[in-house]
């Protein structure tokens, strides 16, 4: 399943493609000051489990022919199995415009972007995608330069989500969305803020009065996001309780059977997390007609 800042990406991108044309022209060289942007048909795939993420064609404002068309694809992970997809939709799109084609990966992960690069092969057809990352974004962090564009800003915050300027990149989208009349933008800011890593949100929850969320998906987004963060801190300390119980139990049974514990054994026994190492001990210890034999490997 598609994860929410893949999808955030997506969208934004499929109803602001301009936001690409900077990156674009690095990539392809200059473009038309007239460019324009049209949904293409290469979204879909002729085999229904394909799907590109976004299919682009560029025209001139005069004219209704597409000069190149772009399959764009977001990756925020590695996926071996993509680089097969990716040679069918580049092929279905150059087959039916018959216009030079790209396929363009949009990524905010490094690694990814030296490993979407390619080439990939396929016999005697090889591909290299153009690869967009975090760097072709620069962050946001002017509040009035995230008012002339609070998408431009939004786009920033989601790749750069997880890096310490994600803060900052915040508070200019905060400040521009309070000084917008447009409801549209109450979204990106709760869609970042369902993005952003937990320590940038702890950050935020620190520096800002006003971070939460400001629409109702945000509000239940985020009740569910500290519901699973208690339910995960409960579950961690209830394996640390239990850790430190039987970790307690072995030493009482050892002392019990007139074993002595020198520093070091008993730094091994109070130092080690592993469940079904301790079980494995406190067995023993039960039995044992020594140390050695409780924690022999």
């Not at 590109?52 to 404002?61: I, K, M, P, Q, T």
């Not at 509040?143 to 997880?162: D, Q």
Request: net charge negative; hydrophobic share 45%; with cysteine.
């Amino acid at each position: 399943m598609a994860s929410l800042l893949h999808e955030a990406l997506v969208e934004l991108l499929a109803e602001h493609p301009e936001l690409l044309i900077p990156a674009l022209q690095e990539q392809l060289g200059d473009l038309p000051v007239d460019l324009q942007f049209q949904r293409g048909e290469s979204a879909q795939s002729k085999i229904p489990p394909l799907r590109a993420d976004l299919g682009l064609e560029l025209c001139r404002r005069s004219e209704s022919k597409p000069f190149a068309a772009i399959t764009l694809e977001v990756q925020l992970s590695k996926d071996e199995n993509k680089p097969f997809s990716w040679l069918l939709y580049h092929a279905g799109q150059h087959y039916r415009l018959r216009i030079p084609s790209y396929l363009l990966v949009i990524t905010n992960d490094p690694n990814v972007a030296a490993w979407a690069a390619g080439p990939f092969s396929s016999g005697m057809v090889t591909m290299r995608p153009l690869v967009i990352n975090a760097a072709h974004f620069p962050p946001i962090t002017d509040p009035e330069e995230a008012k002339r564009s609070l998408e431009r800003a939004f786009l920033a915050g989601l790749v750069h989500a997880n890096e310490p300027v994600a803060v900052d990149i915040c508070h200019a989208l905060a400040a521009a969305l309070d000084a917008s009349p447009d409801d549209t933008g109450l979204y990106y800011w709760d869609t970042l803020l369902a993005v952003l890593g937990d320590a940038i949100r702890r950050t935020l929850d620190m520096q800002m009065k006003d971070w939460k969320p400001r629409s109702d998906w945000g509000k239940r987004f985020l009740a569910d996001v500290k519901r699973e963060a208690i339910d995960e801190g409960l579950a961690e300390g209830l394996a640390a309780g239990e850790t430190k119980g039987r970790v307690a139990s072995i030493l009482d049974l050892l002392e019990a059977r007139g074993f002595t514990l020198d520093p070091m054994l008993r730094q091994r026994i109070t130092a080690c997390t592993d469940l079904a190492v301790l079980e494995q001990w406190l067995r023993r210890a039960a039995t044992a007609r020594s140390t050695g034999e409780v924690f022999a490997a």
